[in-house]
């Protein structure tokens, strides 16, 4: 048997203006995971179980734009042609493999925690594994990145990459990888709107208002770009103050780009009130999660403060 697993992850700053080049911050979040085991079947094929989201079926018998079909199609293709042993192909090409792949997942989807991309590397991870060719970090995160391409469009590549090194990741897009320092621990508290809201929309509006006015908002992205390289250096110092008050503009910044929502605002806003240091949306927007600094004596009351303002969920990360 194989198995693994890759952590969920959440945008501290920058996000969409990351999409145009400007530098983004982002961390793993190790108390939402995705893991994938993998066995020799008896059965002919290979077996998908995935509970959560009520799958139980032959690869081949799924749709060719299935999200998880298409990792392991993928994968294949992948292995067919770099020769990898025991490589043959889940169709076509030599005798495929038999195999029960069992996935599960803890992190929310469609919410900006990285639902799918923690499940493509985890899969890809494991399955390389299997057959004995294990892959680089490298190698993973560039397969995870071609996937999200599949499945959002014009990804900037972030959520591949931090999921994939499950390290705090200072990303600009198109550029090698860099991994930043925290210097004092930091808790953050996620709150859940429990609207799933589509990265790719939020994405092409903003894509929208930026052909419309190329000037303003480039100048916003570089407001939101020299916000997200004073928070790394705020975040290797330990400055929690000052980093509170960039995320509090960088959330206003992302009210500007339209891409916030009366629930994202009102849970910032119960956040802020129940003493977090500062708030924000995280991800693509328009629903999903918001994020909170807290000191961690005080994690407790702000997660209560999210639920009390309609959070469906909270979840409270020690990022160091
Ligand atoms: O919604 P998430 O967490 O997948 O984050 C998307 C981040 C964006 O900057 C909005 C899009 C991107 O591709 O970087």
Redo the contacts with the bound molecule.
Sequence with gaps: MTTSSAPG???LF??????YGRP?LAVPVAQVHADVEILASDLTGIWIHAPGVNLHAELNTLPFDHPIASVIRNFFFLARRSSFPNGRGARGEGKSPNLQINITSSIPVAS???SG?AVTVALVRALSSHLNHPMTDEDINSFAYDI?KLH?G??????NTVVAYAKPVYFVKGQPIEVFKVGKPLTIVIGDTGISAP?KE??AD?RKLWEADNTKWESMFDKVGEIAKHAREEIEIGDWRLLGELMNRNHALLQEMT?SSPELDTLVEAARKAGAVGAKL????RG?NMIALAEAEKADDISFALISAGAKNTIVARIS
């Design positions: 992850k959440i945008i920058g996000e969409h203006a990351v999409v983004a900006g925690l990285g991309a999200e959002h014009r990804p900037s590549g972030i959520d990265t939020s994405v903003v891409v995280s991800g693509g927007g999903g």
